[in-house]
């Protein structure tokens, strides 16, 4: 992570996150993998739920018939 005048820069390996599955975020599990970052966006009212995000990728994949995410696509 780096901090400038304008920006900030996160720089993340992707892939899930131990433990975590695609079928487990279809449920609606999900975890923080940088807890300063969901902190900040948290405390600025950025964040309306946690876990949002996920929901809202499988739900616009359908919306456009894309392919759903899987395992092998998340790494």
Known sequence: MAFYDDRVYVESLGGLLPGMT???????????????????????????????????VFKRAAELSLPEPSNARMH
């Open 22 to 56: 695609v079928d487990a975020m279809r449920g609606g599990v999900s975890r923080i993998r940088i807890q300063v970052i969901t902190r900040v966006f948290h405390e600025a009212g950025m964040i309306e739920q946690w876990g949002y995000g996920v929901q809202r």
